[in-house]
């Protein structure tokens, strides 16, 4: 298993989300072809209700301690209640170019 698939299926079994993107944006930064340590994760969940951002990050980033641990080097979160998601018109913001590492 992929680390994607990996990081998927720890936060489908912690948050039965009702939806999920997990996106491998290693591509965009100055790594090696194939690497898998950037990620980009949209999280809508009820477990989020009446929790502060922080909270939510600190509970998606528990459920993924061991990836975390071992080769995840960035994790952009985008963490939503079902009201926020429709709300925003189930949209989330797309990462930023990478300016650093030497790729231009």
């Given amino acids: 298993m ?3 698939q990996q990081i998927e299926q720890r936060l489908r079994e912690s948050f039965a989300p009702l939806h999920l993107e997990v996106q491998n944006e290693s591509h965009m930064h100055n ?3 194939g690497s898998q340590s950037h990620f980009r994760v ?3 969940s009820d477990r989020f209700d009446g929790k502060p951002l922080l909270q939510r990050h600190r509970a998606v980033n528990g459920t993924l301690s061991d990836e975390l641990a071992g080769g995840i080097h960035a994790l952009a979160l985008h963490t939503m209640t ?3 998601w429709f709300a925003k018109g189930g949209e989330a913001p797309q990462s930023p170019p990478c300016l650093g590492g030497g790729k231009a």
């Fill in 2 to 4: 992929d680390m994607q």
């Fill in 31 to 33: 790594v090696p072809e």
């Fill in 42 to 44: 949209v999280l809508v």
């Fill in 82 to 84: 079902p009201e926020e």
